[in-house]
């Protein structure tokens, strides 16, 4: 797959860090809690970054199954899990927050974080495959938030 250039805003990189944790499950409340997308802007075209993007990736995807098993184990009641996926259209990419709610043959959840394209919207209930995720993130309701390896990659290649 071809990165090429990404135009990624700061806030997405680090939403999961810095979003308000929530144990909030109603559908409502999940997307007044999601991750904010909001934010100033930067580029991501350096060798640096693309490596930081691609092993926060890799180290996401690697410990995704462990994350499901802890979750839906023993965090269902006490924490909320976020995966982020990209979805597409027109030629157009965009990653978007879900708040997981479901899992067996694929991942089920509602779209958490503000989306642009006609075709999704926040709240709308979503399913896809463990391989589509590019990151995931559990969030307690203390703040302590696990995993989120893509958007620590990207804020240290950042320099925030």
Known sequence: MSWGKFLLTAALAGALLTGAAANEHSQNASSQNAPSQNGPSFWVDDGASYRALENGIERARATLDDARVRYFGELRNRADF??????????????????????????????????????????????????????????????????????????????L
């Open 82 to 159: 976020y995966c982020a996926v990209r979805l597409g259209g027109g030629g157009k990419v965009e990653q978007v927050f879900v708040k997981v709610s479901a899992w067996d043959d694929q991942i089920r959840g509602v779209i958490a974080s503000p989306v642009e394209y006609a075709n999704y919207q926040r709240g709308q209930t979503i399913s896809f495959d463990a391989a589509d995720v590019m990151d995931w993130a559990i969030k307690f309701p203390n703040g302590k938030i696990e995993g989120n390896y893509v958007g620590r990659a990207l804020q240290r290649a950042a320099g």
